[in-house]
């Protein structure tokens, strides 16, 4: 079964600082994965996408991840946080294995961002 | 980019009564569209996936005869909350993926807030 974990449920960074946020995910198959956010009260956005072609992947609003098959990783980082990060950042793997579960999407558990001044 | 409409954006009711909430596709045809649940600071759990005319599949422990979803055309998907009780309350997400690429992430709605009084 495939299944993804954040490390940290909450994250505080200063402005300006690095935001490195972390994702791991278990598949017997490499899934494509997905960084999403989410502001209160509000549905998700999708950040940035791995599919495997290159595995540096670039997004949007300065955000980048990372793809490394040997650590089953795909971290979300950024060089300079800004007040507008701020929100709840979802690592999110689809199965493309085949079989029932083919298409679903496995979130990890999510990871809060405070941005402090 | 694709565009998922999702409404009511909040919706209160009384015990007892059913809720109806619309999810639409705006500018791509979604013969598939997930159902999500998300309670207070938790991650989102996949309730079910809806397919355009033929029944929806309910993931494990999700009463199907509680949470009716009809998906009557490529571009709505709809899931009524029947005899709502106060556990029912939480926020609800819509999703559905533009089938240009069976890669392609998926495009969430902006959500409901359903409180059940």
């Known amino acids: 079964a495939q299944s993804v974990t954040q490390l940290g449920s909450h994250v505080s960074v200063s402005e300006g600082a690095l935001v490195l946020l972390r994702c791991n995910y278990s598949?017997?198959?490499?899934?494509?994965l997905f960084w999403y956010v989410q502001y209160p009260n509000q549905g998700l956005q999708l950040l940035l996408k791995y599919t495997s072609a290159a595995t540096l992947v670039k997004g949007i609003n300065g955000f980048e991840a990372e793809f490394k098959k040997s650590e089953t990783s795909f971290h979300l980082t950024k060089p300079s946080a800004h007040m507008s990060d701020a929100a709840e950042y979802f690592c999110a793997a689809l199965n493309n294995a085949g079989g029932t579960s083919e298409g679903k999407l496995t979130f990890g558990q999510g990871t809060i961002l405070t941005v402090h001044p | 980019g694709a565009v998922v409409s999702q409404h009511p954006s909040r919706v209160i009711c009384k015990s007892g009564t059913s809720v109806k909430i619309e999810c639409r596709s705006l500018?791509?045809?979604?013969?598939?569209m997930f159902w999500y649940r998300q309670f207070p600071k938790q991650s989102l759990m996949l309730m079910a996936t809806s397919n355009e005319g033929s029944k929806a599949t309910y993931e494990q422990g999700v009463e199907k005869d509680k949470f009716l979803i009809n998906h009557a055309s490529l571009t709505l998907s709809t899931l009524t909350v029947t005899s709502a009780h106060p556990e029912d309350s939480s926020f609800y997400i819509c999703?559905?993926?533009?089938?240009?690429?069976?890669?392609?992430?998926?495009?969430f709605g902006n959500g409901t807030r359903l409180t059940v009084t």
């Open positions: 598949s017997s198959v490499p899934p494509y």
């Open positions: 999703s559905a993926r533009d089938p240009q690429g069976h890669n392609s992430p998926l495009h």
């Open positions: 500018d791509f045809q979604a013969t598939t």
